[in-house]
């Protein structure tokens, strides 16, 4: 209001009164936040794995895209795995090397889905990483390689020499595979037990297996880990070029996904 003050006008602000949030105002606004994220959360972690799905996926599409150029330039032939190597991840470098040298990078051969755990630095950035672990002779890597050769340590049955439609006569029968169903490029998944059905107890998060860098011991784990520290699935590129999210099921013997190493431990699926 305007009051007068010695013949002139002065101005009086009229200031509005701060009210305080009760408590119980408070506890709603708490509710409402705590829902929200409820909400919120879950969604963000669900399109957090989609992204990684998605960069997994697009890594075994680069893979393969090498391979076809490697197999253009060589007699349809795929790489044969010549050399050491204990477990399906350990490709000979004469193999890693033959696909680095069509395009993919060494970045290219980890799923992401390992992290936190294993970045690019246990992975192949340092010089004690995963890729160099086998010094000379094999490449650690993410994926497994479904090729023949004598270092091949996927049950021969499953084992491929090219990207073209082809008679396996190693195994339970003779088969005449199809290019659109025959996988060449499997995420890793690993246990130290094949219990069916599988379950959290056969250890899909925990497996060791001699790797240290910098004086931290690192023990592998399976990509794309879901509820119950079991597989939730992972990515299999097939000899037509096309990548395909399966689901882990290894409810028993003849679901899906199956043990591919010949009974050897650990034990590798897809």
């Not at 790489?79 to 399906?88: C, E, I, K």
């Not at 160099?132 to 002779?137: D, E, P, Q, Y």
């Not at 993410?142 to 082809?166: D, P």
């Not at 005449?176 to 996988?183: A, F, K, N, Q």
């Amino acid at each position: 209001m305007n009051t007068p003050v010695s013949g002139r006008w002065r101005i009086t602000v009229v200031r509005p009164r701060l009210r305080a949030f009760t408590s119980i105002e408070l506890l709603v606004v708490i509710a409402a936040v705590v829902m929200l994220a409820g909400i919120w959360l879950p969604a963000l972690v669900r399109s957090r794995e989609r992204d990684i799905r998605v960069v997994c996926m697009n890594n075994e599409k680069q893979l393969f895209t090498s391979l076809q150029m490697y197999c253009d330039d060589n007699g349809d032939r795929l790489p044969l795995l010549v050399g050491a190597g204990s477990w399906p991840f350990d490709i000979p470098i004469g193999v890693t090397g033959a696909i680095t040298n069509y395009g993919s990078v060494k970045k290219t051969f980890y799923c992401p889905s390992t992290a936190p755990r294993f970045t690019d630095l246990q992975n192949w950035a340092f010089a004690n990483s995963l890729w160099n672990f086998g010094g000379t002779s094999f490449n650690t890597v993410g994926y497994t390689f479904a090729f023949a050769g004598s270092a091949s340590k996927i049950a021969l049955q499953y084992q491929n020499q090219t990207l073209l439609t082809e008679l396996h006569t190693n195994g339970p029968a003779v088969t005449v595979d199809s290019p659109g169903t025959r996988e060449v490029i499997a995420d890793v998944m690993l246990s130290s037990a094949s219990i069916l059905p599988a379950t959290g107890a056969d250890n899909f998060s925990a497996i060791f297996g001699g790797f240290t860098q910098n004086g931290v011991s690192y023990a592998h784990l399976s990509s794309h880990l879901g509820k119950g520290l079991v597989p939730a699935g992972g990515n299999n590129a097939f000899k037509d070029g096309h990548v395909q999210w399966r689901k882990f099921d290894a409810s028993n013997a003849s679901s899906p996904t199956k043990v591919r190493t010949g009974g050897s431990t650990p034990y590798f699926w897809y």
